[in-house]
């Protein structure tokens, strides 16, 4: 069974850092992708990047562009996402999720986030605060 379980996230102020991880058991494949969403209060879930466990080919939405970097170690079993710059705006829920199906993955991260209900499978979600 494959899980997913982040951790990293925490109260900020504006301009400063964060570091989530995202930690994959039960693959039985290499070749899959990993996403990060965000759900704030009152607002549906988002995309905000995901990154194929294959090539390591990264893709960003454009709210986020230039301060979050997404990245998976060499044992392809967590991936981080390194959040700069935060802002207010930036606080919300973030959840990891994954697919073994790359396309599937980067179309609902950066174009049709509503289908996110259709991805595989979803981590708990870990807060993050930005004050300002």
């Known amino acids: 069974e494959v899980q997913l379980v982040e951790s990293g996230g925490g109260l900020v102020q504006a301009g400063g850092s964060l570091r989530l991880s995202c930690v994959a058991s039960g693959f039985t494949s290499d070749d899959y992708a990993i996403g990060w969403f965000r759900q704030a209060p009152g607002k549906e879930r988002e995309g905000v990047s995901c990154?194929?466990?294959?090539?390591?080919?990264?893709y960003y939405s454009d709210s986020v562009k230039g301060r979050f970097t997404i990245s998976i170690n060499d044992a392809k079993t967590t991936v981080y996402l390194q959040m700069n710059s935060l802002k207010p705006e930036d606080t919300a829920v973030y959840y990891c999720a994954a697919d073994k199906n790359s396309i599937v993955m980067i179309t609902t991260t950066l174009y049709k986030p509503r289908r996110y209900r259709y991805l595989e499978v979803w981590g708990q979600g870990t807060l993050v605060t930005v004050s300002s």
């Open positions: 990154i194929s466990s294959s090539d390591g080919s990264t």
